[in-house]
């Protein structure tokens, strides 16, 4: 119900050399949710408190459907920050907890009572109204927490890293609780966290951040699938690069000739990235395979990891099981030209 | 001791434990009783009429001199004013204790053990050293032997003490708690009331008894800035000494000490009722 | 103020920010010079002679008075006797603090607050009150009149500054540091000496700063169980003071604070040499 | 080089209703590494302290080479303990750090400046030696304390997450360089970790712990194949489990009957369990399928988690990209034969 634009935000900390936050523009249109995915330091947080207007902007402007947030103050804006700490306020019970916001609404004690449970029943909590939030153990104050933030109803939820601190099993539940809610609300929903998977299950974009600049904002499937830089691609899981000069559809690397498909033109220096898991792994030559030696091979569970020299680079190809015997020794290492895709070069080069 | 053909090291371990546990209650038990031991021998000074050495225990107990030195004006009248100025201290210093406090206590900056150890130099210098110098300044001031010029001699000893506890309530205090209620749509003022001052109440309680038993013990800077005008309890207490009535030096002293006794009881109750909060 | 057409909230913000740190400046600006304008008065009639209301400034400077005071055998001797028992019931305080801190600072359990306010009691309960009592108590153990009788009452003052501070340091104490020692091979004696006491030395230094300083403060304890024959600074300064020669409180004055002031330096200096280090 | 032993090793803490290592038996044979797998408050830490002697276990032994270690102070026992913290001291230059061990063994300066200068070279991080630990970052204060471990060449080497805080590149080049080095210097390590990649990759034998108890102990193939209990099966992701009664090769289930394999004898009540990788998604009846639903279909990056409804029962299948079309609405979910194990119940039934 709020559509939320950003427009070149900028915040530099005192006695900070790099801005937290650098120039950065959003849009996220109503009843949607973004997902700010980077690594620790990358401004994801700063940028919920500068929306929440917990903390001010040095430049740049925040508007909710058009508009200024400039001069609203926090408690005026709508837009209801949820912290990776549950900040339960300890003096109160669970109840009151919840109720606080009702209360400044000064809604009817009997309605808030009611809306107080309805709430606890969601979060699948039903009956602790009455307790102290020492009592609870950090899964269930974390879910009084976002009790609290959508018993309002609010317009705008910004959620930092909520779920980092639960175990895998209370936080796929609470994630699909979180999502289902939002969808049915309307909510306009931002959701920091530096968890891939949840970044790409839970949002319908995802804004790829670092060092406080916005690398890329695309649909999950296509952020990941196709990164648009280098550094987009590290953060998207990809280690393996390739850069050469192009010939038609030939790249001529310093490996060795692979053929690549609908890349950009010119016969610049082009860099192409591939998966690690679109790698494979072939026990004799074939069509775009390079020769390679397997130096290390890790069992992880689902996959396996193989740790392959080429040349002198290394490459690291994922297997899943059954996919492959195990290799070792000389193998060839196939790149099939379906998954190779040109990325912008944002990274100082660290080899040739 | 435990009794055993081999006793392992764990056992020791245990017996380790169990001695210096009993080492600590010992030196708790200590610290108390060279506080109590003293307090016991003033009760027994002031309800007997005779007890002289080597007497172990006093021969005949009597409440009349406490209650003729209860209802003697000059008593009433020190009383009163002690009250009223440890009670303008410790409002007046609270106020200016708490935005100070909250900046050290929240914020990181170099050099903030400097400006705590400099803040804390009133505390800790002598008031007989500074006292002096206060008292020709504020004479010169026109505020010599007057109650708002001893109120103001107090503010500098119990400022340091409220600054201290209030920073150390803050340095455990985390503004999170402020944000999140303003982000669910509290009001500055709402904030502050619902929010930080239920979550430092119980530091503020004891900064609070802090600034009130600082003051309420001040003789010194009441001396010499009254200007033997403001009477306080300890000014009295003190000429009584000089006196050297035991009875009436012991009735004083307990009346001296009741307050504070009071004082301290109801903010430990307050503590204990209360889980700390913070954090 | 910025002149502009649209002052935005963002200037506006910034214009707070700006007089919240002006009123702090001045809040600290005010503190500082609560204690240090009498200094300034005391220097100004210690080295002057003649200096009468409403001349502004004295009009003779001297400092004979001054070495006069410093080479009198009753300075002397006053002045030893003060540091002799501040020093001693320093490394006293400390001995007896450090394990005490360490398990109120470590350790979490039920009743921890009402047990630090209990400890503190001794430093805030007025002297008067329980020096008296502590006199009667030390007189019949043979204690009066002596060295070691003062010692063992300012111990009672000081150990609540000690342990409050070292509790303090302990409780920003992470022991991971010297498990961490204990598994690199480091003996128990090491990790105390190599590990425990760099960690906390600017912590213990700010310990007995105050230790000392609270000792070196007193007045009513050392008057009380010295019985007028154990003669330290602020004894022989009081007595000065009831003499009413103005240039001779004013020379023993600041010869009182001279020391804590040196110490407290001294102290500032090193910690603002050294990082913060626990945590 | 040495061998630990620890034999119904038991720690019950002070206020603590439940033990925190409860009867655990272990053997790791020298110069090889043991991972200790499992969520928070499972114990794993505490047997690392104990172990390392600065913690006193209640009940139990600790043997070192067949030596008792009861009565041997934790500065004697030769195991180093890297926590997750780093715990440089701050008063000591990074070379004084990582010499304090050799310190206490006299070694001759020059030598021990020699080790200093190796060990950094080890860990990547030459040429820092006069620095101070707060001019480090994070990554690099962990790298300084696992030189710290190393250089007095431990017999035995205790670590506690000691990657958790470390961006994923670094933590996969330090996990190489500590896996390298435990080999070379044929090192007994004890690896704490919840990460349950690491321990898998990591590890010659993982042992998996809940709730202070052993579940199970085996090489990280073994027991990511075939986790013996349902808990353990849980702890190592699965989340489909099957009860019915035995008829030959025949599991009749509450959803339908299924054809199994190699089960242990006896018509009694029994449990298998199947990876969510190893469902597969028909969208046609096939051998061993069971009719199902898509309820929510989840995009996770390398993954695709479906969420099926088969009959009242939950199932998510976890599909990798290209192995199935986009399917919604009716499907079949295959439970292939092969794929299928059993599990022992060590958990209360939480549904029928």
Same mark, same amino acid.
């Given at each position: 119900?709020?559509?939320?634009?950003?427009?070149?935000?900028?915040?530099?900390?005192?006695?900070?050399?790099?801005?937290?936050?650098?120039?950065?523009?959003?849009?996220?249109?109503?009843?949607?949710?973004?997902?700010?995915?980077?690594?620790?330091?990358?401004?994801?947080?700063?940028?919920?408190?500068?929306?929440?207007?917990?903390?001010?902007?040095?430049?740049?402007?925040?508007?909710?459907?058009?508009?200024?947030?400039?001069?609203?103050?926090?408690?005026?804006?709508?837009?209801?920050?949820?912290?990776?700490?549950?900040?339960?306020?300890?003096?109160?019970?669970?109840?009151?907890?919840?109720?606080?916001?009702?209360?400044?609404?000064?809604?009817?004690?009997?309605?808030?009572?009611?809306?107080?449970?309805?709430?606890?029943?969601?979060?699948?909590?039903?009956?602790?109204?009455?307790?102290?939030?020492?009592?609870?153990?950090?899964?269930?104050?974390?879910?009084?927490?976002?009790?609290?933030?959508?018993?309002?109803?609010?317009?705008?939820?910004?959620?930092?890293?909520?779920?980092?601190?639960?175990?895998?099993?209370?936080?796929?539940?609470?994630?699909?609780?979180?999502?289902?809610?939002?969808?049915?609300?309307?909510?306009?929903?931002?959701?920091?966290?530096?968890?891939?998977?949840?970044?790409?299950?839970?949002?319908?974009?995802?804004?790829?951040?670092?060092?406080?600049?916005?690398?890329?904002?695309?649909?999950?499937?296509?952020?990941?699938?196709?990164?648009?830089?280098?550094?987009?691609?590290?953060?998207?899981?990809?280690?393996?690069?390739?850069?050469?000069?192009?010939?038609?559809?030939?790249?001529?690397?310093?490996?060795?000739?692979?053929?690549?498909?609908?890349?950009?033109?010119?016969?610049?220096?082009?860099?192409?990235?591939?998966?690690?898991?679109?790698?494979?792994?072939?026990?004799?030559?074939?069509?775009?395979?390079?020769?390679?030696?397997?130096?290390?091979?890790?069992?992880?569970?689902?996959?396996?990891?193989?740790?392959?020299?080429?040349?002198?680079?290394?490459?690291?190809?994922?297997?899943?099981?059954?996919?492959?015997?195990?290799?070792?020794?000389?193998?060839?290492?196939?790149?099939?030209?379906?998954?190779?895709?040109?990325?912008?070069?944002?990274?100082?080069?660290?080899?040739? | 001791?435990?009794?055993?053909?081999?006793?392992?090291?764990?056992?020791?371990?245990?017996?380790?434990?169990?001695?210096?546990?009993?080492?600590?209650?010992?030196?708790?038990? !200590?610290?108390?009783?060279?506080?109590? $031991? =003293?307090?016991? @021998?003033?009760? #027994?000074? /002031?309800?007997?009429? +005779?007890?002289?050495?080597?007497?172990?225990?006093?021969?005949?107990?009597?409440?009349?001199?406490?209650?003729?030195?209860?209802?003697?004006?000059?008593?009433?009248?020190?009383?009163?004013?002690?009250?009223?100025?440890?009670?303008?201290?410790?409002?007046?210093?609270?106020?200016?204790?708490?935005?100070?406090?909250?900046?050290?206590?929240?914020?990181?900056?170099?050099?903030?053990?400097?400006?705590?150890?400099?803040?804390?130099?009133?505390?800790?210098?002598?008031?007989?050293?500074?006292?002096?110098?206060?008292?020709?300044?504020?004479?010169?001031?026109?505020?010599?032997?007057?109650?708002?010029?001893?109120? !103001?001699?107090?503010?500098?000893?119990? $400022? =340091?003490?409220? @600054?201290?506890? #209030?920073? /150390?309530?803050?340095? +455990?205090?985390?503004?999170?708690?402020?944000?999140?209620?303003?982000?669910?749509?509290?009001?500055?003022?709402?904030?502050?009331?619902?929010?930080?001052?239920?979550?430092?109440?119980?530091?503020?309680?004891?900064?609070?008894?802090?600034?009130?038993?600082?003051?309420?013990?001040?003789?010194?800077?009441?001396?010499?800035?009254?200007?033997?005008?403001?009477?306080?309890?300890?000014?009295?207490?003190?000429?009584?000494?000089?006196?050297?009535?035991?009875?009436?030096?012991?009735?004083?002293?307990?009346?001296?000490?009741?307050?504070?006794?009071?004082?301290?009881?109801?903010?430990?109750?307050?503590?204990?009722?209360?889980?700390?909060?913070?954090?």
């Amino acid at each position: 119900m709020t559509q939320i634009e950003i427009n070149q935000l900028h915040k530099c900390y005192p006695r900070q050399t790099m801005p937290a936050v650098n120039r950065i523009t959003l849009n996220i249109p109503s009843g949607t949710l973004l997902a700010l995915l980077g690594p620790s330091g990358s401004g994801k947080s700063t940028i919920l408190k500068l929306i929440a207007g917990i903390d001010q902007p040095d430049a740049g402007s925040i508007h909710f459907d058009g508009q200024d947030m400039a001069r609203v103050a926090a408690n005026r804006r709508g837009a209801v920050l949820m912290f990776q700490k549950a900040y339960l306020f300890p003096f109160l019970s669970v109840a009151d907890n919840i109720a606080f916001g009702l209360k400044i609404k000064r809604m009817p004690r009997t309605q808030m009572m009611d809306a107080v449970r309805h709430m606890l029943d969601l979060v699948e909590l039903p009956g602790i109204e009455g307790k102290r939030p020492a009592q609870l153990s950090g899964g269930e104050q974390q879910r009084v927490a976002l009790a609290r933030a959508l018993v309002t109803r609010p317009h705008v939820l910004l959620l930092d890293e909520p779920f980092s601190s639960l175990d895998p099993a209370v936080r796929q539940t609470l994630q699909e609780a979180v999502r289902r809610i939002q969808r049915e609300l309307g909510i306009t929903m931002l959701l920091v966290t530096h968890d891939r998977s949840e970044a790409l299950s839970m949002a319908d974009q995802v804004a790829l951040l670092d060092q406080g600049r916005l690398l890329a904002c695309n649909a999950p499937r296509q952020l990941f699938q196709r990164p648009p830089t280098r550094r987009a691609a590290r953060l998207m899981g990809v280690s393996t690069f390739l850069s050469g000069t192009l010939d038609g559809n030939r790249l001529h690397t310093r490996l060795g000739a692979l053929t690549v498909d609908a890349l950009p033109n010119g016969c610049q220096r082009t860099i192409v990235a591939i998966r690690p898991e679109h790698l494979r792994l072939l026990p004799m030559p074939g069509p775009n395979a390079l020769p390679a030696h397997v130096a290390e091979r890790t069992f992880r569970g689902e996959h396996v990891e193989y740790r392959l020299c080429v040349g002198e680079e290394t490459i690291r190809v994922r297997t899943y099981e059954g996919d492959n015997g195990d290799l070792s020794g000389s193998v060839f290492v196939q790149f099939p030209v379906e998954h190779l895709f040109a990325v912008e070069d944002d990274e100082p080069e660290q080899q040739a | 001791m435990q009794i055993q053909s081999q006793p392992s090291s764990r056992v020791r371990a245990r017996v380790r434990v169990a001695y210096a546990r009993r080492a600590r209650q010992v030196l708790i038990a !200590l610290l108390f009783s060279a506080w109590l $031991l =003293p307090s016991i @021998v003033l009760v #027994l000074h /002031a309800f007997t009429t +005779r007890w002289f050495y080597p007497q172990l225990w006093p021969a005949e107990w009597t409440g009349a001199p406490f209650m003729r030195q209860l209802t003697n004006p000059q008593t009433r009248q020190a009383l009163t004013n002690s009250l009223l100025v440890a009670g303008v201290v410790t409002a007046r210093s609270l106020l200016i204790a708490l935005p100070a406090a909250r900046t050290l206590g929240l914020r990181q900056f170099r050099g903030k053990e400097l400006v705590l150890l400099l803040l804390g130099l009133p505390a800790i210098i002598p008031p007989i050293a500074t006292g002096m110098g206060m008292n020709i300044l504020f004479l010169r001031l026109g505020l010599g032997g007057s109650l708002p010029g001893v109120v !103001l001699a107090h503010l500098v000893p119990v $400022l =340091p003490y409220t @600054v201290f506890a #209030l920073t /150390a309530v803050f340095a +455990r205090y985390d503004s999170g708690y402020e944000q999140q209620a303003a982000t669910l749509g509290a009001s500055p003022l709402r904030v502050l009331f619902r929010v930080t001052l239920p979550l430092i109440a119980p530091g503020l309680a004891v900064a609070a008894l802090f600034a009130f038993l600082v003051s309420w013990n001040q003789y010194v800077l009441t001396l010499l800035i009254g200007g033997g005008r403001v009477i306080t309890l300890p000014v009295l207490l003190f000429s009584v000494i000089s006196g050297g009535n035991v009875t009436s030096i012991a009735i004083l002293s307990l009346l001296f000490a009741a307050l504070p006794m009071v004082a301290i009881s109801l903010t430990a109750g307050a503590l204990t009722d209360q889980s700390p909060v913070t954090g």
